[in-house]
């Protein structure tokens, strides 16, 4: 079955740096686009940063522009979001996700696929 697993989550303090990875397998990964989601405790789950099947175009919510850049490599069936500058509102559960219709569709949460989260803490 499909599976997309995160990796690279962890603790650091404010300003700070963490790289996620998620490694996708069962799937023909250089056909989705790929994003990143997240969830902080009580709230709703969140768009993050998105890029085509290609890696030719990415978007990001605003609150993470400038901070935070994701890239792909369809060789390895992987996707990166590496995160800089990281302030305490960026705590949450960050998500892996795929979608078949492309980039316009899983910015709004049209998802075919989810990994199952990596835990990101910024302490203030």
């Known amino acids: 079955q499909v599976q997309l697993v995160e990796s690279g989550g962890g603790l650091v303090q404010t300003g700070g740096s963490l790289s996620l990875a998620c490694a996708a397998s069962?799937?023909?990964?250089?056909?989705?686009?790929m994003a990143w989601f997240r969830q902080a405790p009580g709230k709703e789950r969140e768009f993050v940063a998105g890029i085509t099947w290609s890696g030719d175009r990415t978007y990001y919510t605003d609150s993470v522009k400038g901070r935070f850049t994701i890239s792909r490599d369809n060789a390895k069936n992987t996707v990166f979001l590496q995160m800089n500058s990281l302030k305490p509102e960026d705590t949450a559960v960050y998500y892996c996700?795929?979608?078949?219709?492309?980039?316009?569709?899983?910015?709004?949460?049209?998802?075919?696929?989810w990994g199952q989260g990596t835990q990101v803490t910024v302490s203030s």
């Open positions: 996700a795929a979608a078949l219709s492309g980039l316009t569709y899983i910015v709004k949460n049209e998802v075919d696929y």
């Open positions: 069962r799937f023909t990964f250089s056909h989705y686009a």
